[in-house]
């Protein structure tokens, strides 16, 4: 057989393994509904999650598709297909395919076609380091969520508070991570425009701005429902909105 | 003995066998494609790709898995590591479903909403990407506008400013140490960027359960 990156048989293997992956994923709603009606949730308020959950992903995933693609062009559809929906990132696979072929003395933007053989290794380097979080969850993940409800039974208002806190925690990390930029002001750098750090600044400004508003409309019964859709607008608009900024800025 | 499993442990059991299957048959992709084509690895080039590759890797997932997995619950863990995306998509996700159903994450009921929520992004990101390559070649001109490139690449401040606002407003005791650490790192020190705050995510949650702990025994919170 003569191999090439967009060859049939994988795009077979990929959609078989993509198909186990999204069973995987029906297979845990279905149960957590089943246990949601058990114990008498709400289940109006569960519809909603699923309504808010599924508009919010669009953005987000369409980004990933935007990672396929440009991945796709030297990599071929089929394994960018499987990278991005199982585990990876772009800026990941774009890394472990380019360690994968410089040890085989070439770079990735320079090879018109990948053989089987770069190919197999690239996609063994992928997959034998982005492994890691998949059999770690089974092997640490009951005593760490064991742990955090022993927490819980030994003093609830702390254990609330310390959930909060690791939230908080992450969120800090990208609002400090959207200033990054900010001291091309005082400290050019070649090839950006001195305004350009504050793109991303303007850009969360915009999103943080819907969301106020967004929380004051809601307050209006008849406006109740935005709140379910308050984080998917502000992302939305802000994203529309780093168009004209970036246009002013950079 | 089986009936008596509860729900949480049925959970974990059942995750087990789904992220070790999906495992095997991950690794299962680049062999059978060595078998069928009949192409055996460059062993010493997978080699050096992998001591190029796999330590930081390795030590970065085992930071992620210890830092998200009790802010993903059991469910949302077991699925959020088999489909990725998670500081960017997964764990807003679950954020914002908790926020908006006034639940605790470690409760029964917070557990439930977060795996709903996971596995509901999980299903549509599948779905979308599907989609997406099945419309590749109608598709690749108008996602790739460059009108559009400036939108795509500011999503993560257009998520985090609209979700920032939200949790931090509510939590605004805990969160201005953190905010403001990681406003003076971020912006003084030219190391950390883009392809560092994935780092940078222990360090602050760490340093916000350190001040949490405090505020909390001295009465503020």
Redesign the interface.
Known sequence: MEFHVNHPILFAMTGFLVAVVLAQSVYFLVKALRRSKEIGMDQTKIKKTIQTAAVFTIAPAVSIVISVIALSKSLGLPLPWLRLSVVGSLSYEAIAAENAVSAMGLSLGKISSLTAQQFVNITLVMTISILVGIWLVPVIGKKLLSGMSNLGAKDAKWADIFQNAMFIGMISAFLGYVFCDISRLWAPVEGYSATSGLIPVCTMAVSALVMVVLGLLMRKPRLKWLGDYALPISLVLGMAAAIPITAWLA | MKKNLS??D???R???I??????L???A??L???F???????WG??????I???PM??AV??I????F???L???G???S?????I???K???A???LE??GV???S??GE??S???????????????????VC?VP??PI??AP??E???????????????????SK?WK??VA??V???V????V?A????T?GI??P???????G???IL?KRGV?
Do not use: K
């Not at chain 2, 080039?45 to 992998?50: I, K, M, T």
């Not at chain 2, 950390?192 to 392809?195: H, I, M």
């Not at chain 2, 360090?203 to 359960?209: D, E, K, R, W």
């Open positions: 729900y949480i049925s959970v974990h059942d995750g087990c789904w992220n070790i299957s999906v495992m048959l991950l690794i992709f680049p059978t494609v060595a069928l084509f009949g192409a055996a690895p460059d080039a997978l080699l050096v790709g992998l190029a590759t796999a890797y390795w997932g085992v992620e898995t210890i830092t997995v009790p802010m619950g059991a469910g863990s077991y699925l590591f088999v489909t990725g995306n500081s960017n998509l764990l807003p996700c954020i914002n479903a908006q159903n605790s994450a470690s029964e009921e439930i909403i795996t709903i929520a996971i596995a509901t992004s999980s299903i549509v990101t599948t779905i979308i990407i599907i989609i997406g390559v590749i598709l690749t996602l790739e009108v559009l400036p939108a795509f690449a500011q999503m993560l401040p257009a998520l985090f400013g609209g979700l920032g606002v939200a949790f931090v939590n805990i969160a953190p905010v650490l990681m406003l790192l971020f912006i003084f030219p950390l960027n883009s392809s705050v940078m995510v360090v602050s949650v760490l340093f916000t359960i001040v949490s702990r909390y919170l």
